[in-house]
């Protein structure tokens, strides 16, 4: 079945440790998304790519990398300089010719 | 600055019990009105999109309606399995190429059998 996967489901990082969460498409979609989901708040962007090898910051880009190699892959690091990491954070695809968002299931961050 | 609204920010309905959620939206080059649904733990789900004002769409018990500046979703006699968050974004047109979704907080919905 075509979709999205993100992993790990859960994941701890320790104080100064930099993570990475993964996403995987089958999609063949072009564009890919990295959100951060807070209890009470709404989706907000951290970072977008349209193509392989390129991407944007979104609103919330400090302290989070990305790298978008492969059509398929669009990784999210969590880096130290990110002072309050928890959250819940989704990657989304989008294909070429529409407008919405195809969601995977999400990793919950925790901090140690 | 483009700001969306959903209220009410958390709604609990018997089972049965029609209602609406709202979200409006001050944005700027709108294209298109998204509903999402959210169940606890899990990414969102596509419901609908609306394009223009006066549009309506159906699936099962909900129907979205848009207007200029807002979109409701009515629930008509809810289920218990009915319950979810549910999250609105009205879409944009940025810089170059790029469309973004800007998303409500979302409505927590509660259907109690």
């Known amino acids: 079945d075509g979709g999205i996967t993100q992993s790990p489901k859960y994941l701890f990082r320790k104080e100064g440790q930099n993570v990475t969460l993964s996403c995987e498409q089958n999609?063949?979609?072009?564009?890919m998304y990295w959100y951060r989901q807070d209890p009470g708040q709404g989706l907000r962007l951290i970072y977008y790519?349209?193509?392989?090898?390129?991407?944007q910051k979104g609103d919330i880009a400090e302290g989070y990398s990305v790298s978008r190699e492969k059509k398929e892959s669009f990784p999210l690091t969590v880096t130290s300089a990110q002072k309050n990491p928890t959250a819940f954070y989704l990657c989304?695809?989008?294909?070429?010719?529409?407008?919405?968002?195809?969601f995977g299931s999400g990793t919950q961050l925790s901090v140690l | 600055e483009d700001q969306v609204t959903q209220s009410p920010e958390a709604l609990r309905l018997q089972e049965g019990e029609s209602s609406s959620l709202n979200c409006s939206y001050t944005?700027?080059?709108?294209?298109?009105l998204f509903w999402y649904r959210q169940d606890p733990g899990k990414g969102p789900e596509f419901l609908f999109t609306?394009?223009?004002a006066g549009e309506e769409k159906e699936k099962e018990r909900l129907k979205a309606t848009l207007t200029k500046k807002e979109s409701f979703l009515h629930i008509t006699a809810p289920k218990p399995e009915d319950s979810a968050t549910y999250l609105c974004?009205?879409?944009?047109?940025?810089?170059?190429?790029?469309?973004?979704?800007?998303f409500g907080s979302g409505t927590q919905l509660t259907v109690l059998p």
């Open positions: 989304a695809s989008r294909p070429r010719a529409d407008e919405k968002l195809f």
């Open positions: 999609l063949n979609h072009d564009a």
């Open positions: 790519s349209q193509i392989v090898n390129d991407f």
């Open positions: 944005v700027s080059g709108l294209r298109g």
């Open positions: 609306l394009y223009s």
């Open positions: 974004a009205p879409g944009l047109i940025s810089s170059g190429s790029a469309r973004q979704l800007t």
